[in-house]
């Protein structure tokens, strides 16, 4: 599949539909700039539904870290060349569900109002931050605050070692079921301070 234009991008955005960049043989391309640009300097031109992709490869690292981002960001069967880096942006919504490659969700000090959702997605690296010159793990999320965390259906495969989430501050974890591969689980530190989070991010 070819590259998503920007005018693409932005004709469904505006319209808060799904823009289906690829099929089920090939995914189409999403440069990380582009969305970094819709996510800053074009926000005012989103619908509150959103950027919502489906079958997308985000080429490039998606850097929206310190961004006020009003609408939801969607991503579903996507694949990321690079960790997706939200660290201390303030965020509506962030959904990512059934993607193929993750490979990493930095977001220590993240604000999300409503929900992160990690149903399905397969997460297979683990990072280093500022957080922690010692450890690494797949999933930052230190000093957080979240609505609620939905790891729903399908659960969330980790191919990395941990999820860190010290110092979390969330409102609800709703869960049905969630897995974790090659052995290695997830795991956090340190407990959430509004609610214990449950077995597994434990």
């Known amino acids: 599949m070819g590259e998503v234009s920007e005018d693409e991008l932005l004709a469904a955005a505006r319209a ?3 823009l289906d960049c690829g099929d089920a043989d090939a995914l189409g391309r999403v440069d990380a700039v582009l969305l970094r640009r819709c996510c800053q300097e074009l926000k005012g031109l989103i619908d509150r539904r959103g950027i919502r992709l489906r079958r997308a490869e985000i080429m490039g690292c998606a850097d929206l870290s310190g961004l006020e981002i009003p609408f939801s960001l969607r991503f579903a ?19 990512l569900t059934g993607c193929i490659r993750l490979p990493g969700l930095l977001a220590n000090g993240v604000q999300i109002r409503r929900d992160l959702d990690l149903s399905g997605t397969h997460l297979d690296s683990a990072h280093k931050t500022s957080a922690s010159t ?6 930052w999320l230190c000093e957080s605050d979240i609505s609620t965390f939905a ?21 609800a974890v709703s869960i049905r079921s969630a897995t974790a591969g090659s052995g290695h689980g ?6 959430a301070v509004k609610r214990v989070p449950p077995p597994w991010l434990r």
Not at 186 to 191: D, F, Y
């Open 16 to 18: 808060g539909r799904v």
């Open 77 to 95: 069967e996507c694949a990321f060349d690079e960790p997706l880096v939200v660290e201390g942006a303030q965020l509506f919504e962030l959904m």
């Open 134 to 139: 010692s450890k690494s793990a797949a999933i």
């Open 151 to 171: 790891v729903l259906g399908g659960g969330l495969v980790v191919m990395a070692r941990r999820c860190r989430a010290d110092r979390v501050a969330w409102a």
């Open 186 to 191: 997830l795991a956090s530190e340190v407990p």
